[in-house]
């Protein structure tokens, strides 16, 4: 039946009477929906058109399911014409402030299923605060959330494409919190967060995925914090990364750091990297984290991953450790101590490549945080050995995408060529900013330039770049 004889699903009448889309929009979904023979429904054909995002559906579902319940009190039943979505009742006069669109989901998922009606006027049913913990995780998920947040006795919170908003719906009483959060805990965890009032831990959820999480108590009761861990490692190309890190995983021996603020996305970079080199070498991969988060499945490699606290004491103890354990490549999850940077150190020099993350803003500051880690006696000594071992650091940032669609990365990059070793072991970092500036043919560049280069081409609006470039003149007209 051609598009302009079907019967308009009141789904579609109410989107139209929001003024969420036009009669045109809607026209081209039902046409685009009878073309798949009517198979998907109108809810999942507006949002792969682009016409609406998960939230404006969530609100249509729930206006259809109240003008649903109108007219069964009323002893009717829908009949199709366009009157009955004219005036719908229970419907708000105009349109409700849409939150952003989250970035598209791993697997496309169907507009939400009305909830029962003794829940007409709660929030959308994904939305529902459960005290399953899985469930809230799925519905965050589905959203394409980065975060969840669950405090006690307040709104549970999602960081969607670095925006933190709210999951709708009334905030749990901290004994709520507690049970719900402490119900994901062994006993030797519980024991652990009772001692020490806080814990880091990975929670897997069966066919959805992992969660790093960091459980904490505050004067309010327990809290969590939960980041989305994809069930198998990014590729280069789906982070956005330009072909040219590849190159990295081309050394052998050395140190590579993958540096940047926390949220800016160090550790799917890493893990790209690591998953290159497990399709690419035959080699020993070994990975010191706390926790685990992306699990390398042994391709080409062997790869061995080794959990802070539950598989060894500490990184500096499973760094010691790893010297013997003939390892190819190093992976540690984070260089966060003196002695952890030093045997780091130890381990690039002595012919293995370890590859890990720091938070340092941008590659000067992460040459001097490494050397400044050590009293001053013994400076001069790491700089040496720095300006030997050091291969490569990459400083990132993630940005807001002007389409609303998530966010990209803006890189800066530093390779380690012979003038670099040199200035660094001269203790003159300060001069390497103009190769970075000129760097160009050996694939370094500098992270305000990056941002200019997705300003330019549209991809950052150019206030959201304002936020993180050092130099604003670079984004004049």
């Known amino acids: 039946m051609p598009p302009e004889k079907q019967p308009v699903p009141l789904l579609g009448r109410l989107a139209v009477h929001l003024k969420m889309i036009s009669m045109e929009q809607l026209t081209e979904a039902l046409r685009v929906q009878g073309q798949g023979g009517g198979e998907r429904s109108l809810g999942i054909v507006l949002r792969e058109l682009g016409y609406l995002n998960p939230a404006q559906i969530e609100k249509l579902v729930e206006a259809q399911k109240r003008v649903l319940a109108q007219q069964q009190q009323k002893g009717g039943a829908p009949n199709g014409s366009a009157a009955s979505a004219a005036k719908p009742a229970a419907a708000p006069t105009r349109p409700e402030p849409v939150k952003p669109a989250p970035p598209p989901a791993a697997r496309a998922s169907a507009a939400p ?40 006795g307040a709104p549970m919170r999602l960081r969607i494409a670095g925006t933190f908003q709210l999951l709708e719906g009334a905030s749990l009483d901290p004994s709520a919190i507690e049970s719900m959060l402490l119900g994901a805990l062994d006993e030797k965890s519980r024991a652990e967060l009772e001692d020490r009032g806080q814990i880091d831990l990975c929670h897997d959820v069966e066919g959805l995925g992992r969660f790093r999480a960091n459980l904490y108590r505050q004067q309010r009761g327990l809290d969590g914090v939960f980041r989305v861990i994809p069930p198998r490692p990014p590729t280069l190309d789906e982070l956005g990364l330009p072909r040219a890190v590849a190159k990295l995983t081309s050394f052998h021996q050395g140190m590579v750091l993958v540096t940047g603020p926390t949220g800016c996305g160090k550790t799917s970079t890493l893990a790209a990297l690591v998953d290159l080199i497990n399709e690419e070498r035959r080699e020993h991969v070994l990975t010191v984290e706390d926790p685990i988060e992306f699990v390398h499945p042994a391709k080409r490699c062997l790869v061995n991953q080794r959990s802070v606290k539950h598989h060894t004491e500490s990184f500096a103890r499973a760094l010691r450790a790893a010297l013997r354990e003939d390892p190819d490549v190093i992976v540690i999850g984070e260089l966060r101590d003196l002695e952890t940077i030093s045997l780091a150190l130890t381990a690039a020099e002595t012919g293995h490549l370890v590859m890990a993350t720091l938070h340092t803003d941008n590659t000067l500051r992460t040459l001097n945080r490494v050397v400044g880690a050590f009293p001053a006696d013994q400076q001069e000594q790491v700089r040496t050995m720095l300006a030997e071992s050091l291969r490569a650091v990459i400083s990132q940032r993630l940005l807001p995408r002007a389409d609303g669609k998530g966010r990209v990365a803006a890189l800066e990059t530093l390779i380690v060529t012979k003038a670099v070793s040199n200035l660094i072991r001269e203790s003159k970092v300060f001069q390497i900013q103009s190769i970075l500036q000129t760097g160009a043919t050996h694939g370094m560049g500098l992270l305000d330039h990056s941002i200019r280069a997705h300003v330019q081409a549209g991809t950052v609006r150019r206030e959201d770049a304002l936020k993180h470039i050092s130099d604003p003149k670079l984004l004049a007209a």
């Open 113 to 152: 299923a009305p909830a029962d009606s003794r829940n007409a006027s709660k929030a959308a049913p994904a939305a529902r605060p459960s005290t399953s913990l899985d469930a809230i995780l799925r519905a965050a998920v589905e959203r394409g959330a980065s975060d969840v947040h669950l405090h006690s």
